[in-house]
Structures are given as C-alpha cells and as structure tokens.
C-alpha cells in the first residue's frame, strides 16, 4: 500500500501540513510586519530634499528595524563612472576608505548598479567576489542584499545590507518596496542640489520653498 493511501500515515502527513502552513502563516506575518517598518522609514524621509539624511535614515532603518549589522548606501556620481559612498550604519559608520568611491562595475556593488539586478547571498564569506573574506568571516556575516535604486531606467544609487542570519527571500521584497520610494527621495534631493548648484547664491531674493519644489518636481517628472 501506498504510504498516503495508508491511514496510520495520516497523522504524520497532518503534522507536516500545519507545519507547512504555519510556516507560510509565519512568513505572511513577518513580510507584513516589515512592509509596516518600512511605512514608517517612508514617513521619516517624507518631503526631506537632504541626500546623506535620506541615505543615512536608510541605513540606520535597515540596522534598527530588520536586523541587518550592517547597512550602507552609495550614490552614482553625476559622470556615472563610479558610486560614491554616502551613508553607513552598524559595524562601520564612517564613508571614507577602500568602499568610498565603487567604479561602475567593480565589485558586487558596482555590478549591481551597471546591471541595475538585485541580489541576494546567505554564504558571503564563500562567495567568489568577496574582496575581504575574513572579515565576513570574523563578523560572522552570512547574509547580504543589494538593491539598485533606478528611477525611469536610470540607476541613482545602491543600497546594501548584511545580516549574521541566512536572509530570507521576501527580504528583497521589502527591500524593493522600500527603495521604490527611497529612489523618489533620492532623486528628487539630488536633483535639488544639482538646481542649488547651478543658482546664483541671492539670499535676499530666493525662491520659496513651495517653487523650488515644484522645480524639482518637474525635473523629476513628478509633475
């Protein structure tokens, strides 16, 4: 006889199914507990035209609320030959250094962004193009995620987090929820900066905030 046509296996098969479906119950649960997480990160940046206090509420987010150790965030720079580092939390909070400055595909961050694919490792310490294996090895980190911050087909920055736990896959899905608006921040306070940049610095006569924020708006095809 067939073990599932034999009834001293139906409560085995009952365990596993309810095992099964609390499981799927369990991560149900927890993707919309962090979609929650990240509409409260949403909140933090709303209407800031800042690029490094946008990147860094990222960061400090993906530390404090999703338990990642670590978090930075790069910027493509206005050539787009290479990302510039401008946020980091956890571990390292400093943006200088070897990561600093990312060429346009260097490395799994600068990959990311020429590619403008996510990704998604629970072995980092084994991966190929680690550049410094011990010290994934000496943190004990086995997760990472990158996600490439593109608005309209153009790539604007990167996000990356590490975990000391496997990362599940929803975990990219919170992660592209959240950089979907991210990247609208982003744009937008980069887009300001390059206005600013090139405005004749005229205290006395400068715009309110309502028009330059319609200026940005429309730069950024929001209007």
């Given amino acids: 006889m067939e073990p599932w046509l034999d009834y001293r296996y139906q409560p085995l098969l009952k365990h596993r199914r309810s095992r099964s479906e609390s499981s799927i119950l369990l991560d149900s649960a927890r993707l ?3 979609l929650q997480q990240v509409s409260q ?9 800042e690029t490094r206090e946008i990147a860094h509420h ?3 987010a993906l530390v404090t609320q999703f338990d990642c150790v670590f978090a930075r965030l790069w910027i493509v720079e ?13 571990l390292h909070t400093h943006i200088n250094g070897s ?23 629970n072995r980092l310490a084994d991966e190929p193009w680690v550049k410094d294996r011990e010290w994934a090895i000496a943190n004990q980190i086995q997760g990472f995620a990158g996600y490439p911050l593109v608005a309209r087909d153009r790539v604007v920055g990167v ?17 592209q929820v959240l950089c979907m608006t991210a990247t609208i921040a982003l744009d937008a306070a980069l887009q300001m900066e390059q206005w ?8 006395a006569h400068q715009l309110p905030l309502s028009d330059q924020l319609a200026t940005v708006l429309q730069s950024t095809g929001l209007m």
């Fill in 32 to 34: 919309l507990f962090d």
């Fill in 41 to 49: 990160v949403v909140q933090t940046i709303s209407g800031c035209l």
């Fill in 58 to 60: 990222l960061t400090a």
């Fill in 78 to 90: 206005a050539d787009h030959t290479a990302l510039r580092l401008v946020a980091s939390s956890g």
């Fill in 99 to 121: 990561f600093a400055r990312v060429p346009m595909g260097a490395y799994k961050v600068g990959k990311i962004a020429q590619n403008q694919i996510p990704f998604l490792s």
């Fill in 159 to 175: 996000l990356a987090a590490f975990s000391t736990r496997p990362m599940a896959p929803e975990f990219l899905e919170v992660l």
């Fill in 196 to 203: 600013r940049s090139t405005v004749p610095m005229r205290p």
